[in-house]
């Protein structure tokens, strides 16, 4: 079901703590993102730690891509690519995922990788809120209903629980 990067990553993950401290998050919302959550996510997160380096995952087809650039392009810790083709390896070098739900839970999973995330699909919404009342994530609800400032405070209030 996973590809293979995804179990050569596992084989070789890092302990937690070693990953915490290069202080890496990975924004990803899907291949096409149509509700801009990417955006929401970068906006609420931007006024965060600075000392955070944030990778913005964008898909070809997203069609705010654009403007999700043009905003990364002028903070200086989010740092946007398109299509990559090293996702595994940078789930298993990041702290932490803030983005859709969808099957990156799997891959997400694989690397232990603590995750924050809303339900940018129907089909999301179960799975979410199950991970969810279970631990393994903290869901922010349908995207439609989340705010910049939703993605900031669970950051944050992770963030902070993690290193007080």
């Known amino acids: 079901m996973l590809r ?9 993950l890092e302990k ?61 810790n989010f740092t946007p690519s398109i299509n990559v083709s090293d996702f595994a390896a940078r789930l298993a070098g990041s702290m932490l995922y803030i983005g859709a739900c969808g099957s990156t ?7 232990g990788l603590p995750s924050i995330v809303s339900s940018t699909a129907l089909n999301q919404e179960e799975g979410a809120q199950h991970l969810h009342n279970i631990g393994a994530l903290q869901y922010l609800g349908k995207s439609e209903n989340c705010h910049p400032h939703d993605y900031r405070e669970a950051f944050e209030t992770l963030f902070n629980s993690n290193h007080s």
């Open 16 to 76: 937690f703590e070693n990953r915490i401290k290069r202080r890496k998050v990975v924004i990803f919302f899907g291949g096409v993102d149509q509700s801009n959550e990417t955006l929401k996510a970068i906006q609420g997160l931007s006024t965060t730690d600075k000392n955070i380096k944030f990778s913005v995952i964008l898909g070809e087809n997203n069609p705010n891509k654009e403007q999700v650039i043009s905003l990364c392009n002028r903070l200086a």
């Open 105 to 111: 839970s799997l891959e997400r999973s694989c690397c």
């Open 4 to 12: 293979e990067e995804f179990l050569e990553c596992r084989q070789t």
